[in-house]
């Protein structure tokens, strides 16, 4: 069964935590990006890679950080740097970036509230 | 500068009436256009896209170049329509996609 997994589904980090956010593809997909969806504000992209050890700084990359180690994985760390983390977080992956295929495919998202 | 703008946060219809979501976008190449769905509790999936000139769901969106658009329509709405849609446009130089702020659907019976 083909398809993005992020976990955990629900996240509590204490204020000056780093977390790590984790997402896994089974798809081949060779591009990974990582969103932060808040109301009213649609979907920011904060990381994207377009190939395994390869990454750039989306819109709000600041307070986060990535690895591509492997290309099944791209894992986002918030760190204590991210003014207001709380929020829900989606992961996605598409087939080779520049290609004029298919949209994305999307995890289930982790929704991180700081307490 | 590449952005995608969605007018309408909420948009409210009766059952059967005729749906459209507004999205004009902004960009210096060649535009590739997306609409996104998220049903409740489930996730963000692809609706259709403008290559394919495709119809799903009673969904379709065309392509105005000349005014920047690509709004989706639907002649007549349907309960199950109720989610939020985002518009979206994939940078053909880095395949990343810049989504609209989404639009609420709201089909009341």
């Known amino acids: 069964d083909g398809g993005i997994t992020q976990s955990p589904k629900y996240l509590f980090r204490k204020e000056g935590q780093n977390v790590t956010l984790s997402c896994e593809q089974n798809?081949?997909?060779?591009?990974m990006y990582w969103y932060r969806q808040d109301p009213g504000q649609g979907l920011r992209l904060i990381y994207y890679?377009?190939?395994?050890?390869?990454?750039q700084k989306g819109d709000i990359a600041e307070g986060y950080s990535v690895s591509r180690e492997k290309k099944e994985s791209f894992p986002l760390t918030v760190t204590s740097a991210q003014k207001n983390p709380t929020a829900f977080y989606l992961c996605?992956?598409?087939?080779?970036?520049?290609?004029?295929?298919?949209?994305?495919?999307f995890g289930s998202g982790t929704r991180l509230t700081v307490v | 500068a590449q952005r995608v703008t969605q007018p309408e946060k909420l948009l409210s219809v009766f059952k059967g009436a005729p749906v459209e979501l507004k999205c004009n976008y902004s960009?210096?190449?060649?535009?590739?256009l997306f609409w996104y769905v998220q049903y409740s509790r489930q996730r963000l999936q692809l609706l259709l896209r403008?290559?394919s000139r495709e119809s799903i769901k009673g969904f379709t969106a065309d392509l105005n170049k000349g005014e920047t658009s690509f709004h989706l329509k639907k002649p007549f709405a349907q309960e199950e329509d109720s989610a939020m849609y985002y518009c979206?446009?994939?940078?053909?130089?880095?395949?990343?996609?810049?989504f609209g702020q989404g639009t609420t659907l709201q089909v009341k019976p």
């Open positions: 798809l081949n997909h060779d591009a």
């Open positions: 890679s377009q190939i395994v050890n390869d990454f």
């Open positions: 960009y210096s190449g060649s535009p590739e």
């Open positions: 996605a992956s598409s087939a080779r970036a520049g290609l004029i295929t298919g949209g994305y495919t």
């Open positions: 403008h290559i």
């Open positions: 979206a446009l994939r940078a053909s130089n880095t395949g990343k996609l810049i």
